[in-house]
């Protein structure tokens, strides 16, 4: 079975910084981790960065310039490096993968960022 680990939440003041991580928990790099996403308390779930297997990024307006998302191949991981982090950045964070050559995709289960003072 397939599982996309998730690290890095916690609890930070505002200002704070905190280093999200993506691995696929088998062997093999058919599972690709490409994209975080988040939701806060009541709110839709929406895309903050996405990183193609060649390394391009996008972000949503709302963090560019504060996050910084990155791959390791060889790890078969993404990072979400969160800087200058505020209180509307707080929300359950989660990564999504895709399988190569399939319209399958993955769900991790979610790390909770909380930003408060």
């Known amino acids: 079975q397939v599982q996309l680990v998730e690290s890095g939440g916690g609890l930070v003041q505002p200002g704070g910084s905190l280093r999200l991580s993506c691995a696929v928990s088998?062997?093999?790099?058919?599972?690709?981790?490409m994209e975080w996403y988040r939701q806060a308390a009541e709110k839709q779930r929406e895309l903050v960065a996405r990183?193609?297997?060649?390394?391009?990024?996008t972000y949503a307006d709302s963090v560019k310039g504060r996050f910084t998302i990155s791959r390791d191949n060889a790890k078969n991981t993404i990072y979400l490096q969160m800087n200058s982090l505020k209180p509307e950045d707080s929300a359950v964070y989660y990564c999504?993968?895709?399988?190569?050559?399939?319209?399958?995709?993955?769900w991790g289960q979610g790390t909770q960022v909380t930003v408060s003072s």
């Open positions: 999504y993968a895709l399988k190569l050559a399939t319209t399958s995709s993955y």
């Open positions: 088998r062997t093999g790099f058919d599972i690709i981790p």
């Open positions: 990183i193609s297997t060649g390394g391009s990024t």
